[in-house]
């Protein structure tokens, strides 16, 4: 059973800033997952248009993972992070498609989520709050606390205002 993210974030870690979104599995393990996360426009004529596509490759999902896409580095991250002030500023309806597609290591079978998120999903944050914790001793995930699942450290007002300003 996969755990629908409700929020989109936009996040600062190790200095930089994240798209982010989290997934969580309560089932078996996924395997070769792909994730994508699309920005759309729709337009008056109700007609999308995707304006950037984000793409990661994970070979195992155990509970819950992150796929987080850098904002500032590259060429496509420079859109992104247009795409994103464009949506906190309020200048743009923008639509976030999430896609995650791999195999159920059980049984083999494929499993596919997909999600729309509208703008007043995106939110900012810092790290996540943790779902389990590690028993260094035994190597063993302590027991799973899901109702941390979409919850993230809040992000103070100055680190919102650093991103605007980028």
């Not at 743009?92 to 997909?114: A, M």
Request: net charge positive; glycine share 4%.
């Amino acid at each position: 059973m996969y755990l629908q993210p409700t929020i989109i974030f936009i996040r600062k870690a190790n200095n930089k800033f994240l798209l982010s979104i989290r997934v969580g599995n309560k089932g078996e393990e996924i395997i070769d997952c792909n994730i994508t996360v699309e920005l759309l426009k729709i337009n008056n004529k109700q007609i999308r248009t995707r304006l950037i596509t984000l793409y990661q490759k994970l070979s195992l999902m155990e509970k819950t993972w992150y796929a987080d896409f850098e904002i500032s580095t590259n060429k496509k991250s420079n859109t992104l992070l247009n795409l994103l002030k464009q949506i906190v500023d309020g200048e743009e309806n923008l639509l976030l498609r999430f896609l995650l597609t791999g195999i159920d290591s059980r049984s083999g079978t494929p499993v596919t989520f997909l999600k729309y998120y509208k703008p007043d999903k995106l939110k900012f944050g810092l790290n996540y709050l943790h779902v389990f914790n590690w028993d260094k001793d035994k190597f063993k995930r302590s027991k799973m606390n899901w109702n941390n699942f979409n919850k993230i450290e809040e992000a103070p007002e100055n680190i919102i205002n650093e991103f605007k300003m980028l």
